[in-house]
């Protein structure tokens, strides 16, 4: 399939961008043959007799983001959608191009990761605060407000292991969005927790939005998009195909799924 590759069709490149993804590809190393124990892959390894198949996730992205935009990333399972956020966020490099940030990112990949199950949610919530560069002092200034959008005032004393996985969405949705990035990448974590719950996360995050934070999100839901970003691109079997209005990639995105099941 043909790549074509749009800017964002709103504003120019100028100082005020904050992400450049430059020509970026993205190749993993599939083994081709079945290994049944660690033993047995380490001994091929050694001998040097492991065979792989290069499998290009991502092939020549490039866009850019200015400061403030709210753009949405569209795509079926496997088209390189949280493969992308994760070079963005930086936690892993590229194969081949380069990707610039500029300013602090909260990375909503997963909800909850780094916490520390054998700990509880008081002490979860400083230890977050930690991996995201925060202090102590600041973290006990956030506090309050933290517990009080997750609604968890009963329980944080409790070991983070007794929490409900919504529970600990929650909790790390919370975290997330008090400390005011630059930049909030959100991987398909919308849906934690219930109705009200989910319509406080977006209410959230367009108040985030108001206050010039940059959103990346990444959704199966169109209308999803449609409602909390300007502009949106459509990631197909590793390919930029279109950059532009929400509205508009969210309806050519809905027209492919419909016409190729």
Known sequence: MDEVKNETPTTE??????VEVNDVSMRFRMPTQKID???EFFIKLVKRQLKYKDFWVLKHISFHVNRGESVGILGRNGAGKSTLLKL???IIDPTEGSIHVRGSIVPLL??????DGNATGRENVFLN?????FSKKEMQAKYDSIVKFAELEDFMEMPLKNYSAGMIARLGFSIAVDVKPDLLIVDEVLGVGDAAFRDKCAKKIEELQASGTTLLLVSHSASQVQQLCKSALWIKEG???????A???????ANDCKNNP
């Open 129 to 133: 605060g930690a991996m995201l560069g």
């Open 37 to 39: 124990n660690v033993k």
């Open 88 to 90: 963005i966020s930086g």
């Open 247 to 253: 509205d508009k990639v969210s309806t050519a995105y």
């Open 13 to 18: 490149r100028n100082v005020d961008t904050l």
């Open 239 to 245: 390919n930029l195909v279109m950059y532009d209005d």
């Open 110 to 115: 997963k909800l909850g990761a780094g916490f």
